[in-house]
């Protein structure tokens, strides 16, 4: 059991979301960054799937239910474990009673907190995620409060060491495919597109990032009929400043689709702070392709030097 005793400005229960669904109208949802909470999960011996907590803003503070394993990756938040350091990119012990405190981060926006067992809330729709917009999944559908108790799953492995990885590096270059109406937009556009620097807004969220720059204009006016949309897809709205669409993203849009973010770099986005810079980088369906082949193949090296072969569940 996790005892929630200051929740920050929005900490969520998030596990890899809903699939399969879209056409419903169901929003995917689940971790913005994706590969973290993997990592989480895979340092304490959990499948990839089991939930654990997406904490955008600090400072939180949570209070161990029981003895056990947790593993903190993502943003480093200066955290503490009864006012030890607790090192972020490891597995590490607790007992029951201890009180672990999340500051602001050093870099980055986005940690997460994976326990042993994973975070047991119900499931909906298939998964554990929170939907804040619909209301459903994760605790009550909400960002968590003061004084909320989240059960924990059952330990599958038997942890007895400590076990960490080097973090990745933040870097600003978000690799995009052309999308359906790039060609929409004038010459001029499409090459300040790739070639400016964006700025992340304010008012960036779950449901997508707003970037600020120099404005992008299309050739000719006029709406377009609503298609459907993905987390990754880059809007260009009326403003001509774009939007990148992330998990809780709508299901179909109606404003041209210049780009899409390719899923290999999703995670550069739920770590970009508001007022950080981010450029796109042009590429093709068999890079993309490739790139998310070789994050898997990075996975079962990590696996097989880190536990050997078959002690984990299946990613």
Known sequence: MLEILR?????????LGRHGLR???????????APALILGNRLLGNAANLAGLEIALGPVEIRFGRDGWFALTGADFAATLDGAPAWCGWRLPCR???????????HGMRAYLCVDGGIDVPLVLGARATDLKAGYGGHHGRALQTGDRLPQGTTVI?????????????QPLLRAIPGPEYHAFDAASRQAFWQQAW????????????????PLQRKHGGELLSHGVLPGVVQLPPSGQPIVLLADAQTTGGYP??????????????????GSRLQFVECDIASARAAQEQWLRDWRRFELAAWGCGQLPPL
């Open 158 to 170: 038997q942890l007895d060491r400590r076990l960490g990885v080097r973090q990745r590096p933040w």
């Open 7 to 15: 929740p920050g400005v929005q900490t969520t229960v998030q596990d």
């Open 23 to 33: 056409h419903l109208g169901i929003a995917q949802n689940g971790a913005l960054d």
């Open 96 to 106: 029951a009673g201890q009180v672990l405190r999340l500051s602001g981060s050093r």
């Open 199 to 214: 700025t992340v807004s304010p008012r960036s969220n779950r449901m997508g990032y707003r970037l600020q720059g120099e």
């Open 257 to 274: 689709r210049i780009a899409s973010v390719i899923e290999a770099d999703l995670w550069l986005l739920a770590q970009a702070r508001p």
